[in-house]
């Protein structure tokens, strides 16, 4: 079965810094493109980074450019979300999800709180 | 950035009645539309791609049509388990990915 678990998330103060990681399963990982996509309490999708699948090309979205960093482990089946100088807009469940152009599947999510 | 506008933003339907979703781009995404499912506290879930292939194990009842700016999903008998809330993205435009704002589908 192909699976995505994420984990990090957590109540961390503006400015602060979080670390999430994707634990994926079930298929090759090293093969597929990979994304992040959030999704703030009552609100939409909002995609928020991607990597290729050997990690040598990567992308963001304009919001988070410049303080989120994304990386992936092949060898451990592993993506990930650095997080730093977090802002109170930054709160939301951030996905994980396998990029087949579209996105398919997606992560359970692990939510991420910026509060003082 | 493409603009993607979904209505209506709150659909109430009886079950067993047809529901047609709607989604606008700001500009042209050819085929390249997916649409997908959210139910509360959980992950969204893949149910058309390419504008209208179904993904795997999705009932027939679902069914997505359209191309260039204008698509539609439409459910053709809902389910208890239908009432939920749907996304569409486009994925034209790569590397960005833009989701519309979502339908709710709810219980008349």
């Known amino acids: 079965e192909v699976q995505l678990v994420e984990s990090g998330g957590g109540l961390v103060q503006p400015g602060g810094s979080l670390r999430l990681s994707c634990a994926a399963s079930?298929?090759?990982?090293?093969?597929?493109?990979m994304n992040w996509v959030r999704q703030a309490p009552g609100k939409g999708l909002e995609w928020v980074s991607y990597?290729?699948?050997?990690?040598?090309?990567?992308y963001y979205a304009d919001s988070v450019k410049g303080r989120f960093t994304i990386s992936r482990d092949n060898a451990k089946n592993s993506l990930y979300l650095q997080m730093n100088s977090l802002r109170a807009e930054d709160t939301a469940v951030y996905y994980c999800a396998r990029d087949v152009n579209w996105f398919d599947p997606w992560g359970q999510g692990t939510l991420v709180t910026v509060s003082s | 950035e493409i603009v993607m506008t979904q209505s209506p933003a709150t659909l109430s339907v009886s079950p067993g009645e047809r529901a047609t979703l709607s989604c606008r781009a700001s500009q042209s995404v050819s085929s390249n539309l997916a649409w997908y499912q959210q139910k509360p506290g959980q992950a969204p879930r893949l149910l058309i791609y390419?504008?209208?292939t179904r993904a795997t194990g999705i009932p027939a009842r679902f069914s997505g049509s359209g191309s260039g700016t204008e698509f539609t999903l439409t459910i053709s008998s809902l389910q208890s388990e239908d009432f939920a809330v749907y996304y569409c993205?486009?994925?034209?435009?790569?590397?960005?990915?833009?989701f519309g704002q979502g339908t709710k589908v709810e219980i008349k």
């Open positions: 993205q486009q994925y034209n435009n790569w590397p960005t990915w833009t």
């Open positions: 390419g504008a209208s």
């Open positions: 079930g298929f090759t990982f090293s093969s597929y493109e």
């Open positions: 990597i290729s699948s050997s990690g040598s090309t990567i």
